[in-house]
């Protein structure tokens, strides 16, 4: 196969002749051959003028292939196209052979062109194929071994693709339908998943590339739970919208997005629903650099909103978002203008005067701290953050005539077991408050809350760290075996938001519909076996990722809820639903704000806790007070009361 090499490596020219010199012998070989074979001897020697035709027929054969581009073609991207131009080139050929005996009164049987026109195809297209099987021959060997699952239009183009790269040898076809079972297609066998793993052994297949990107999520779940089984990476190709737009290529391959394990197919969003509260108005969204609030920046901005004001604590969040936004502003050709500022929700005067200013009529109030261990171990800046700085900023909006306020709440606000999920809902209770007030004006601030689970992708999100934690070689860490959390993707999540804020009345407690949920083990499991790896265990001591359960964390629940009554409506919309829930006056509602301003201004954690646990959140924690510098200091003074004792 070396001495092979030199060929390939000729300039294009150089072998466009050794291309047309071979095929001048084809041509004669070919044709002697047809006498031959027609009249068994090499009498027609002397009996036609066999070099004057054999002349004529090499020129005008030769031009009529270079006039079908067959000497343009590169050998090793041959395809059934350059062999059907051969086919036609043959047959050209054979009836200028059977015109040039007539023209010239030549004694030519007239099966003798026939039989040429034949032999010049298999000459002319035979050694073409085998340069090109030797070629992929000499690739192949460094190549990985795949098999692709789906032998519809989307796995034979990937076929196709990965053939030329040269990157990949494709071994058979996987697909459910039981009609193409022990069938061949493109040469390659299609085989069910269950007759996979005797491919799989036989060639040593690294990888199984999904090639079904027009099947919905919750197909491509059911063909993921089956390939988690086998022993190989599972890889897949893009969806077909974007191979179709131009923006991605069938051979593309990377790896299965999450989502696709959930099975959960994103619905349509009405239309009139996303527009309602935006288009053609000045829209605020506080905490525009989360991950949440970046993705609702990113809907409102294709709604044309007349402006979009990013309020944002980090400078670096506030950096990014505005840079995306403006970049696709002006790659869209959008009107809309971007407006960064950097602020806290707790200055209630920046907020009056950025929504002054600009005059904001809708408000996304998405700031927010949100990891339950963080804000466990720093209780009053949970509080400050999340309960003072959505009350400032509610108030801010109906002081500066806002027309629509929504807030981001979450699963953890029902029934709490920690103080992120308390302060939310107090949150929550303070919206319910200020929104009976506002009810009674003809033309007050229309406040409603939305919740919603866990979303794919967020920061602090358990995936990126299960996937970090794979690429090292494990362990995966998963606090506890029966955990399970619902799931949803961002852009989802931002859409379903935006939708629900346009069919709030006042006062509305929104419940996104969040499917089934996910037990956290099964879905480190799966994502270990689709990496091609193996779970380490008892029953497995030679697997290659281990799981480890390191216990649940302070005010982590096993089960997240989404509802606190039954008393739960559907709304036009089928992943919206809507809850009444119990909710305080303003006055009683300002009377405990005062007393969590006094507790938190004192450094006073016990009463701290037991306001939160008086006021109609249900909490009911799992764990002691977890504030880390009320822990070290109450160290400090059991340690000093010690000493002085002692002394």
Known sequence: MQRLQFLWQLPRTNKRIIGVLVDCGLIFFAFHLALVARMGNFSYLSQMNVWGILSVLIVVTIAVFARLGLYKAVLRYLTFQALFVITSGAALSAILLALLSFCLSDPLPRTVPIIYGAFLALFCGGPRVIVRSLVAQSKSKASKEVVIYGAGS????????????????????IDGDKTLTNTMILGLPVISVNDAMSVISKYNVDQVLLAVPSASRARRKVILDQLAKLPVEVKTVPDMTDIVSGNAKIDELKDVPIEDLLGRDPVAPQQVLLESNIKDKVVMVTGAGGSIGSELCRQIVMQNPKAVVLFELSEFGLYQIDRELSELVKERDLT??????MGSIQHEHRLKTAMESFGVQTVYHAAAYKHVPLVEYNVIEGIRNNVFGTFYTAKAAIECGVESFVLISTDKAVRPTNVMGTTKRLAELGLQALSEQENKKSKGTRFCMVRFGNVLGSSGSVIPLFKKQIENGGPLTVTHPDITRFFMTIPEAAQLVIQAGAMGKGGDVFVLDMGESV??????????????????????????????????????????????????KRTAHERIMTANEVFLSIEKYEELLEKLDLACHSFDHESIRELMLEAPAGFKPTDGIGDLVWNYSHLAKNSDSEFIVNS
Request: charge should be negative.
């Open 154 to 173: 989307g796995g034979r183009q990937l076929a196709f693709a990965l053939r030329a790269s040269g990157d990949y040898r494709v071994r058979a076809f």
């Open 336 to 341: 809309c203008e971007i407006i960064p500022l």
């Open 519 to 568: 037990k956290i083990v099964d879905l480190a499991k799966n994502l270990i076996q689709l990496s091609g790896l193996e779970v380490k265990g008892e029953d497995n001591p030679h697997g290659d990722i281990e799981i480890k359960f390191a216990g649940l964390r302070p005010g982590e629940k096993l089960f997240e809820e989404l509802l606190i009554g039954d008393n739960v």
